[in-house]
Every structure is written in C-alpha cells, then in structure tokens.
C-alpha cells in the first residue's frame, strides 16, 4: 500500500528570456514586500532580476524573488508563454495561473518564471490544457488519474536519483544515430508546462466545473503496477495499436505500457512491411477514428482542432525540400537523397530505426522522435509512415498522431463519449494496472 501527502510542485512556464512581463491579478506578498495588483516587468541586470510595476518602478530586486497571493482569489498572468515548443502547432499565449509565481535567476543571466502549486490545483489545468473542459466526465476522471500518475512517477524518479536521460546515446556506432527524448530533469523545477511534461496552459483552460469535479472526485488516486506508482504516458492519437515503449524509449520492457488495439476488434500487431504498409493505407475501425466534429469540438482544444487528419495523413515534399530539411534537423549533408527505408518497426507500426541514403552518405536513424523531427520542419505526426517516391517527391503516408504508448487521447475521450467508465478506460489502456488512492 502506497502512502503520501499531496505534494507541492514546480511548474516552470516561462524559461531561458532576459525579460518577463505579466500582471498581477489581486495583491502579492514576499521578499518582504507588498505588490499591488497591476501589470509588471521582471528585467535582468547588475547580476540580478529587478522586478518593476506598471510605471517601471523598481518594486523588487533579488536573484530568487517569491510573490505569494495575499488573497485566495489572487492569479497572476504571464504574457507571450510559448505553446508547442517545436510542434507544427507552437504559438505564444498569455496565461494566468493559480498559486505563487517565483522568478529565479539563471546563471547564463536568464530569467525562469516559476509557478508553484499544490498538486491536485495543478491537475485542474492539466487535464483541459491537454484536451478541453468539455469533454466527457469519464474521460476527465481518467485524465485525473492518468496526469497523476505520470507526475508523481516523475517525481519519484527524480528524487531516486534520476535513471532518465533528456536523451539517449546520439551515436551508437559509426553510422548510425540514436537518439530518445525523455523527462529530463529540470534543474529549476519539477516539470516545465508545455508537450516535454504535460500541458499546463493556465486557468482560463477550466471552463467547465467537471473539470473541478473530476479531480476531486479521484483525488489521490493513481495508477500502480507491483506496488509501483505508473509511470503513464499518453498522446494524441494511436491511430488503432498503441505502442510499446521501447520503440520510443530506452530498451526496456514495461509490462502495463505495451501495445494494445484500440479497437473493440482485436488486430494482429505489425511483423513485416507488407503488413505494415497495409495498415497504414486502411481505414479501420478504432476508437480514435473519429471525424464527428461534434465529439472532436467537445474534446480538442483549438489549436489541436487545425489537425484535421490525425488517424491517417499524408505528406509530401519536392525532393530539394526534403534534402534541405534533413540537412538543416540532422547537420548532414546526404547530397542528393535516394532512399528512405524503414529497418525496425514496433507492433503499431511506428518505425525506432530509419535507413536514409544519399548520394553522399548514408545512415541510420532512430528512436521514433528523432526520426520524425528529421523528416519535418517541426515534427511529423508519429513515426508509423511508409515512403513513396514519385517523379522527383517523397510522399509519405502515416497513421496516429504523437507515439502511441500508453493512453490514445482521442481514442479514450471517444469511448467515455460512448459510455465507458474512467476505470474501464484505464485498464484498458494500463493492462495489468491498479488504480490505488495514496492520498
């Protein structure tokens, strides 16, 4: 049996600028001040962040300055928060939030805009900055869970010492580069606010009371596995089989994050590229092919709803396009690119080694992040695509959006839309999984 207090967490939203600037929303305290509500900068200079009202009035200086709400109903804002960092959907924002906001200072001379918080307070953003309010009560319960789990997971390894890497060896022989992008640990903070860790984009997201509902009624309640919290991943959309964990990650076997359909069909997973090429190019029937815009508006979040072909897509580039794109992602020059060949594949299709050949050079790539941010001025939507060369293009064909392991998004909020329950959604997704309440 598991057992702990709700923690307090370190969000960091706004990292790495010389200057911030936001609002305050009721009266702050701290570094033995009062601040008034209204608009601020925070500035570096001297070795320091000087912290200014709305008539730049020197108000704080510090290296580490805490503004604590002087009221319960006192947020602050912060303007220009950049969304999707590197995603074809990156946007700047303004937020507000919840809790006490905390600006630190880097020792490049940047600046970090911290938000700290109690757990379950955070949760509240998370799970409609994720996906939207209105979703399904059900999946919102699940979501609750889900964010939880992965959170506390989070914190726990990185209190044991951290096994994680923010990314795996970069070259593995000559050749060949392998790279995976996981939770790093953050120096500053606990997690930051954007796709890396979970979406935390603000209050202003809680548009409906479920959301508040959601999380109180699974208050401390996680997904565990042999006495082991979860460490539950989730993403967009599987596009039918989720996936294992290793095809993204390190080489190891995680028995509740395995590849399953997510389908009421059960479908063989993956095992040659016939196969693969197949099921790339089928419509099937699965939970996340959906395209009712009355459930996708319940459930995505604006800037998701830009992606309209998620299940299946297609993309294509001039040959010259794609050789400058991989030129400019890898910092190699192929020369004229003749080849693209999947090597390995996991059971959802998603490729973990890519073959790339050019005039010049040829080499492998991996894991399935690495490969889609090669192939893309951002990101392709998952690494489960083949390859077609026509005239002088590449054409690629793909399924599901994001890597597939763990929870399909878009699969789960369809089928709390269809009457399942958080639990049955859960175990659904988690095979072999608990859902424990630790607090």
Same mark, same amino acid.
């Given at each position: 049996?598991?057992?702990?207090?709700?923690?307090?967490?370190?969000?960091?939203?706004?990292?790495?600028?010389?200057?911030?600037?936001?609002?305050?929303?009721?009266?702050?305290?701290?570094?033995?001040?009062? $601040?008034?509500?209204?608009?601020?900068?925070? *500035? +570096?200079?001297?070795?320091?962040?000087?912290?200014?009202?709305?008539?730049?009035?020197?108000?704080?200086?510090?290296?580490?300055?805490?503004?604590?709400?002087?009221?319960?109903? @006192?947020?602050?804002?912060?303007?220009? &928060?950049?969304?999707?960092?590197?995603?074809?959907?990156?946007?700047?924002?303004?937020?507000?939030?919840?809790?006490?906001?905390?600006?630190?200072?880097?020792?490049?001379?940047?600046? %970090?805009?911290? !938000?700290?918080?109690?757990?379950?307070?955070?949760?509240? %953003?998370?799970?409609?900055?994720?996906? *939207?309010?209105?979703?399904?009560?059900?999946?919102?319960?699940?979501?609750?869970?889900?964010?939880?789990?992965?959170?506390?997971?989070?914190?726990?390894?990185?209190? /044991?010492?951290? /096994?994680?890497?923010?990314? =795996?060896?970069?070259?593995?022989?000559?050749? /060949? +580069?392998?790279?995976?992008?996981?939770?790093?640990?953050?120096?500053?903070?606990?997690?930051?606010?954007?796709?890396?860790?979970?979406?935390?984009?603000?209050?202003?997201?809680?548009?409906?009371?479920?959301?508040?509902?959601?999380?109180?009624?699974?208050?401390?309640?996680?997904?565990?596995?042999?006495?082991?919290?979860?460490?539950?991943?989730?993403?967009?959309?599987?596009?039918?089989?989720?996936?294992?964990?290793?095809?993204?990650?390190?080489?190891?076997?995680?028995?509740?994050?395995?590849?399953?359909?997510? @389908?009421?069909?059960?479908? =063989?997973?993956?095992?040659? /590229?016939?196969? %693969? +090429?197949?099921?790339?190019?089928?419509?099937?029937?699965?939970?996340? !092919?959906?395209?009712?815009?009355?459930?996708?508006?319940?459930? #995505?979040? !604006?800037?998701?709803?830009?992606?309209?072909?998620? $299940?299946?897509?297609?993309?294509?580039?001039?040959?010259?396009?794609?050789?400058?794109? #991989?030129?400019?992602?890898?910092?190699?020059?192929?020369?004229?690119?003749?080849?693209?060949?999947?090597?390995?594949?996991?059971?959802?299709?998603?490729?973990?080694?890519?073959?790339? &050949?050019?005039?010049?050079?040829?080499?492998?790539?991996?894991?399935?992040?690495?490969?889609?941010?090669?192939?893309?001025?951002?990101? #392709?939507?998952?690494?489960?695509?083949?390859?077609?060369?026509?005239?002088?293009?590449?054409?690629?064909?793909?399924?599901?959006?994001?890597?597939?392991?763990?929870?399909?998004?878009? =699969?789960?909020?369809?089928? %709390?839309?269809?009457?399942?329950?958080?639990?049955?959604?859960?175990?659904?997704?988690?095979?072999?999984?608990?859902?424990?309440?630790?607090?």
């Amino acid at each position: 049996m598991i057992s702990i207090d709700e923690p307090r967490i370190t969000v960091g939203i706004v990292d790495g600028r010389k200057e911030v600037r936001g609002r305050l929303n009721g009266p702050f305290t701290g570094n033995g001040s009062e $601040f008034p509500a209204g608009r601020f900068e925070a *500035r +570096v200079s001297n070795g320091s962040i000087g912290l200014y009202d709305e008539n730049q009035r020197q108000i704080a200086r510090s290296s580490v300055i805490r503004l604590i709400p002087a009221h319960e109903d @006192s947020t602050f804002s912060l303007f220009g &928060v950049t969304i999707g960092i590197r995603f074809h959907w990156e946007r700047r924002e303004d937020q507000t939030f919840h809790g006490q906001m905390v600006l630190l200072l880097r020792e490049d001379g940047t600046v %970090a805009a911290i !938000n700290d918080i109690l757990l379950e307070d955070y949760l509240k %953003a998370v799970i409609c900055s994720e996906m *939207r309010a209105s979703a399904p009560a059900e999946f919102l319960k699940a979501h609750a869970v889900l964010s939880r789990s992965w959170l506390l997971a989070a914190l726990k390894g990185k209190k /044991e010492q951290k /096994e994680r890497f923010t990314h =795996g060896p970069s070259t593995t022989k000559q050749g /060949e +580069v392998i790279r995976w992008y996981d939770r790093e640990d953050h120096d500053l903070f606990d997690v930051c606010a954007d796709d890396h860790c979970q979406r935390y984009q603000g209050i202003a997201k809680i548009t409906s009371g479920r959301v508040e509902d959601a999380v109180r009624e699974t208050r401390g309640m996680v997904l565990t596995y042999q006495d082991e919290i979860c460490d539950a991943r989730y993403s967009k959309a599987c596009g039918a089989f989720t996936e294992e964990f290793s095809t993204a990650w390190e080489d190891r076997r995680v028995p509740y994050l395995r590849s399953i359909s997510d @389908s009421p069909h059960e479908y =063989g997973k993956i095992r040659t /590229e016939d196969q %693969a +090429v197949c099921w790339i190019l089928s419509n099937l029937d699965a939970y996340c !092919n959906t395209k009712d815009t009355s459930v996708l508006e319940a459930i #995505l979040p !604006n800037f998701d709803l830009e992606t309209q072909n998620f $299940f299946r897509w297609r993309v294509e580039y001039p040959r010259k396009e794609l050789e400058d794109i #991989l030129r400019d992602k890898s910092g190699f020059d192929f020369g004229r690119l003749q080849q693209i060949s999947p090597l390995t594949r996991g059971p959802s299709g998603r490729i973990s080694r890519l073959r790339i &050949v050019g005039s010049k050079m040829s080499i492998i790539v991996g894991k399935e992040l690495e490969i889609r941010r090669w192939l893309s001025r951002s990101h #392709l939507y998952s690494s489960a695509f083949i390859v077609k060369e026509e005239a002088d293009r590449f054409v690629f064909h793909g399924a599901g959006w994001g890597h597939g392991v763990g929870l399909c998004q878009i =699969g789960a909020a369809v089928m %709390a839309s269809r009457g399942f329950s958080a639990g049955h959604i859960l175990k659904h997704y988690f095979r072999g999984a608990e859902i424990e309440k630790v607090y």
